[in-house]
């Protein structure tokens, strides 16, 4: 089975060297991985690094993540302009909006013109765009419908409720992707929104280095088969920082939330990405 990681984050430090991380997930199927980036300079730079590094398996996305608003330059958006254009199989990536807990310092109308811009920039320049969107499910909706955003759009790391879910699917270029951060829901509300989900518009990432698999007993009772799943993530070592070797069990997951076999998933998964991220000519991991 042929896997793609719809988002993550192979610059972060966390996950140590790039050519270990990429091959250990191309081991367990993972061939393609979009890249993210969250700010100017450094971090951006370093997906792009990545990115030419390992070209065929990387797909580099640069953006302005919400939680870094504060620490924008006057210049940010002229930036990652000259970056997607210097980049032309880049997305747009990591925007977006977040009103929790850990959301940025920022005032909210400073949150909304970012993303704003953001998205009309991916439209412009014809990109896919990664969305990071907490407990600002509504608004997300209210700014891709008043923009008339068209371009493909990844609703990354998505734990929203059904109503809203079904809502933004109503939009044709909207994907749902989903990683670990499912599990911090109760599956008697996980579950639903999953089904809630078509085929042909689902994605799967890992998230990492953050987006851990942490199935409680109140998963494993509602889908036994998983029962082995937390022994087998421990004896991967993914219980502490998540790599994008973890896909096959997030797929095992989505699979029995959906009654249907893991290869049908991953390849419906795998060609959707593909499609989103403009991959389709390319061979995978080297």
Request: net charge negative; charged share 15%.
């Amino acid at each position: 089975m042929q896997l793609f990681d719809a988002h993550c984050h192979l610059q972060d430090e966390r996950l140590g060297t790039l050519q270990d991380v990429v091959q250990e997930a191309a081991s367990k199927g993972v061939q393609q991985l979009a890249c993210n980036g969250c700010w100017a300079g450094d971090d951006w730079a370093r997906v792009a690094a990545a990115a030419a590094e390992h070209p065929a398996a990387i797909v580099p996305n640069f953006g302005l993540h919400p939680w870094w608003l504060a620490q924008r330059s006057p210049g940010w958006l002229q930036q990652l302009r000259e970056m997607l254009v210097a980049y032309p199989r880049a997305g747009l990536g990591e925007c977006g909006l977040d009103r929790g807990p850990r959301g940025p310092a920022v005032e909210w109308a400073v949150q909304l013109e970012a993303f704003e811009q953001q998205l009309q920039l991916a439209q412009e320049l014809l990109r896919p765009v990664s969305i990071h969107c907490v407990k600002a499910y509504g608004a997300v909706n209210d700014v891709l419908r008043r923009l008339n955003i068209t371009v493909p759009v990844v609703l990354h790391s998505w734990t929203g409720a059904v109503e809203m879910t079904t809502t933004l699917l109503q939009l044709p270029n909207v994907h749902v992707s989903l990683s670990g951060h499912i599990t911090k829901l109760a599956p008697h509300k996980a579950v639903p929104m999953i089904r809630a989900v078509p085929l042909e518009r689902l994605l799967l990432e890992s998230d990492s280095p953050d987006g851990l698999l942490q199935l409680s007993p109140a998963w494993l009772a509602e889908l036994p088969s998983l029962r082995s799943l937390p022994q087998q993530l421990a004896d991967a070592g993914l219980l502490e920082v998540n790599r994008p070797c973890v896909l096959p069990w997030t797929l095992q997951l989505v699979a029995a939330a959906l009654c249907k076999p893991a290869e049908e998933v991953a390849g419906a998964t795998y060609a959707n990405a593909q499609r989103v991220f403009r991959t389709s000519g390319s061979s995978g991991m080297t």
